[in-house]
Structure formats: C-alpha cells, structure tokens
C-alpha cells in the first residue's frame, strides 16, 4: 500500500494545487450528496475558502497519496470565537469511495480531537447531510447520537399552485393599514443594522430538539462577516421584512440566496415572524411576496430548497401547502468528546504518526 500522508491546510492561504485538489475532492462529496445538482467551480471555492469569517477558526487536514499528490480525504474542526457556544465545535470527515475502511476516518479524527481539546470543547456536532450510510455507521461508532432530525425540503416550481399564491398575497394587502412590506437586495443597508440584528434574534425561535447548543447573538460585525464571505461567492441575497407602522417594530422577514452559476435552484433560508404577530397571515405574505417576485424576476428558477426540522410544525405547514417535499436527509449529529476520545484509545496502533 502506498504511503499516505495528512497535512494541516491553511484554508484562507492555501496554494493553488491545494484549492484545486480541495475543490475537486469537495465536488466528489456533493456528487454523492446531490447528484444532480452541477459542481462548484475553482474559482467560488477559493472565493469561499478565502473570505472564512474572521471569527472562524478552521483547522483543515488533508490526506495524500504521497506519490501521486491525489488528495483522498479530508478532516475538519471549526471554532467558532462567540460568546455563545464556547463547549462546541463543528467537525467534518469525507473519504473518497475506494478509500474507506482503511483506517483514513480514524487517522483524521484523531487530528480533530486534539484540536478539540485544547480549545476546551466538550462537543463536537457534524451535519450528516444526505444519510449516507458508511457515514451514519462511522458517527454511531465513535458515541454520535442524532441531535435534531431534518430534511433540505424541495419545491418544483412547475408544480406551485399559483392560485394559493395569490390568494396568500390578497390576504397579505388587508394588513397593509397595519404593516409595511419592504425589500433588502444585497447587503443590508448600513441604517438599519440595529433592526436586522432584531430579525436575526428570530433564527434561535427554530427547532433545537435535542441538541446541547445555545441561542447564538452574532454581533454588527460578525454579521458582516458572513455577508462578505456569501458574496464573494457570487450570492445574490433577497429580504423581504414587516414594520409595524403603528411602533415601528419588526414584525418579521424572510430571505432567500440564489447563484447565476446555479440558475435553477434557489434557496429559501429563514422565515420568522415574531410571537405577538403571529397568526395574521403574515408568514404566508412574506412567503408569496417573495415567490411573486421569484417567478416574475428569475425565470431561470425551477426548484426552491429549504432547511427544516421535521419538528417545526408550522412552518412545515406553509411549506407543505406550497409544495415543498422531502427531499435529502439533514440530521444534525451531536458527539461527546469524551467518546470520541475513548473510541480513539482503542484504536491508537490505526494512527499514531
């Protein structure tokens, strides 16, 4: 067997044969995720790699064929620098087809727990995205238990009842005495930083389950952050918001991210509306406001994505009234350090350098 070697990467400095053997090893793993969606391209995934926020810390490994330089694996720990959340941090482990069960998942795990311990994180969470089943087994093995249960969710536009639609948009303009319907494109405008961080506050109302995380407050900064790095990919961002026009409150907003190098899938990210106004119809404007300017602006559009866990009843129900069926397994995978450590010890002799 060839000699197979594991480097640390430095994701926002890496060389071109890294960004390109880490672009192509990453569009394996979306092929077996999402087989019928396109690849990403170079140029995004250096873009992405390169505009990590600053309060991210990705520690980054790869694994070689030593002779050949073909990247087989890949290892990640993410730290996220919070005042939230201080005992977590993500971890991810993909390897390719043919190189499984070889004790690669192991060597690279090792690499993770180290990291995650002199950070002093207890927990360590992974999005298992598509259920694959060498990677359920590999997650149960090393003490992983399902924290949250969700589905990407998925509606053909060919099949949106545009009836409801519009009936949901002629109910949405009898609250327009009451409320103001309004549009971000792009960044979110400078003046009113202090109300989106409102709006934010409504993603800690979705659906925790069972996993041992806290609400998150990302600050002015962080948030911009994020907004850079969606960008210099090539995202186009819509928000559509609710004032009250009596206190001039937010009420609610929703938002969705589309890629010209993707035409046909857009992405419905958060949905909020805030407890005292709810049960006015007013989800389900914000809902058609947006698909309204979807069908008439982006023709290119043939499928609305979604995240959702299967828990979150109400927003389910708007969704499922438009369409949106399941489409890939999301789970969310909580594991204790102390697990994963234990698992370690009795495999030492698998990847000890």
């Given amino acids: 067997m060839e000699e197979i070697l594991i480097q640390e990467i430095n994701l926002r400095s890496a060389s071109e044969h890294e960004y390109l053997a880490l672009n192509r090893i990453n569009n394996a793993n979306r092929a077996e995720i999402l087989p019928d969606d396109p690849p990403i391209s170079l140029e995004e995934s250096k873009k992405s790699l390169q505009n990590i926020p600053d309060f991210e810390d990705a520690f980054t490994w790869a694994a070689w064929y030593v002779n050949h330089q073909e990247m087989i694996a890949t290892g990640n720990i993410d730290i996220a620098r919070t005042e939230e959340n201080q005992h977590i941090a993500k971890m991810g482990i993909y390897v390719r087809q043919p190189y499984r069960r070889q004790g690669i998942g192991t060597r690279l795990l090792a690499r993770i727990s180290e990291v995650a311990r002199a950070e002093n994180r207890r927990l360590l969470i992974i999005e298992a995205i598509g259920n694959l089943s060498s990677g359920e087994s590999f997650l149960y093995k090393i003490g992983g238990e399902k924290g949250l249960v969700g589905h990407l969710n998925q509606m053909r536009l060919d099949d949106l009842d545009h009836h409801l639609v519009e009936t949901w948009l002629e109910r949405g303009c009898l609250n327009e005495d009451n409320f103001f319907l309004g549009l971000w494109e792009g960044l979110y405008p400078e003046n009113q930083m202090d109300a989106i961080l409102e709006l934010r506050e409504l993603e800690n109302q979705a659906p925790i389950e069972n996993l041992d995380v806290e609400e998150m407050h990302l600050t002015r900064e962080q948030v911009r952050q994020v907004e850079n790095q969606l960008f210099a990919r090539g995202f186009q961002r819509w928000t559509y918001y609710l004032i009250e026009k009596s206190t001039g409150k937010m009420a609610g907003f929703t938002e969705t991210v589309w890629n010209p190098s993707r035409?046909?899938?857009?992405?419905?990210?958060?949905?909020?509306?805030?407890?005292?106004?709810?049960?006015?119809?007013?989800?389900?404007?914000?809902?058609?406001?947006?698909?309204?300017?979807?069908?008439?602006?982006?023709?290119?559009?043939?499928?609305?994505?979604?995240?959702?866990?299967?828990?979150?009843?109400?927003?389910?129900?708007?969704?499922?009234?438009?369409?949106?069926?399941?489409?890939?397994?999301?789970?969310?995978?909580?594991?204790?350090?102390e697990k994963v450590e234990a698992y370690l010890a009795e495999r030492k002799e698998l990847y000890a350098d």
């Fill in 263 to 337: 035409p046909e899938i857009l992405y419905q990210d958060m949905t909020g509306v805030f407890p005292e106004y709810r049960n006015k119809g007013l989800g389900r404007w914000l809902k058609a406001a947006m698909i309204d300017k979807v069908l008439r602006e982006r023709p290119e559009v043939k499928f609305i994505r979604t995240e959702n866990a299967d828990s979150n009843a109400a927003m389910l129900k708007i969704n499922h009234e438009l369409g949106f069926k399941p489409y890939i397994s999301n789970p969310i995978w909580q594991i204790p350090l």
